[in-house]
């Protein structure tokens, strides 16, 4: 039973564009989400989070949305650049110490210049 | 300063050894966690450690046993490896805001 879905395995988008990378999860006890970058041969990269209380989250290029109703969230990044190409995971868990994170299949996201 | 850090990097063995997997962090957190990347690209948790202590022990083969010996230690031993148990660890810790930082995991191959 997968809780946390990124049905777009790949997305290609061009150098300046945004990149929107989908989530959705089915969980309801799930009230904090985060997205997580990995590149080749490294461990996941932590990018940024958002808390059931908040419906959006900004930090530089980077903006996650939730809409708690749809069970869905998003990664949006504006202006997208070749190093950005990397995979993204969407990660879910509750917001307590040493709570799991239920992971996404990921998504590869590929910036052309 | 790597932040977490995970030694072997690579780790080829054979079927029926017993290996260990060292994690180290210098983030001065309290909670540290062990994943499993299998060949499907799936993260999943596996064990989680407070303060040396024990709190989540997902549905794992009791042949995986972590051990802290110490606040910035979690190690990962796994006795008579099978095939299955090729994947990628990964280590992690915890942060203030309940983020986790992984270190660079070590890809075990079991022949």
């Known amino acids: 039973d997968q809780q946390v879905k990124q049905n777009s395995p790949s997305l290609s988008v061009q150098e300046g564009r945004i990149s929107i990378l989908n989530c959705d999860y089915t969980?309801?006890?799930?009230?904090?989400f985060l997205w997580y970058k990995k590149y080749p041969a490294e461990g996941p990269t932590f990018l940024i989070s958002i808390s059931s209380i908040k419906d959006k989250n900004e930090d530089g290029r980077f903006t996650v949305f939730l809409n708690k109703s749809a069970k869905h969230l998003s990664l949006h990044i504006v202006p997208s650049q070749p190093g950005d190409s990397a995979v993204y995971f969407c990660?879910?868990?509750?917001?307590?110490?040493?709570?799991?994170?239920?992971f996404g299949e990921g998504t590869q996201l590929t910036v052309n210049p | 300063d790597t932040a977490v850090s995970q030694t072997p990097k690579y780790l080829v063995t054979q079927m029926g050894n017993d290996k260990s997997i060292k994690c180290e962090q210098n983030?001065?957190?309290?909670?540290m966690y062990w994943y499993k990347q299998d060949s499907k690209k799936f993260l999943k948790i596996m064990f989680s450690?407070?303060?040396?202590?024990?709190?989540i022990n997902e549905t794992v083969p009791n042949r995986f046993s972590p051990k802290s010996p110490d606040k910035a230690h979690l190690n990962l031993h796994i006795n008579s490896l099978e095939l299955g148990d090729s994947a990628v660890y990964f280590c992690?810790?915890?942060?203030?805001?309940?983020?986790?930082?992984f270190g660079p995991g070590t890809r075990l191959t079991v022949t």
């Open positions: 969980n309801s006890m799930f009230d904090y």
């Open positions: 983030l001065g957190h309290d909670t």
């Open positions: 992690a810790t915890e942060g203030l805001s309940y983020e986790q930082y």
């Open positions: 990660a879910a868990s509750k917001e307590t110490s040493g709570s799991r994170l239920t």
């Open positions: 450690y407070n303060n040396k202590e024990l709190i």
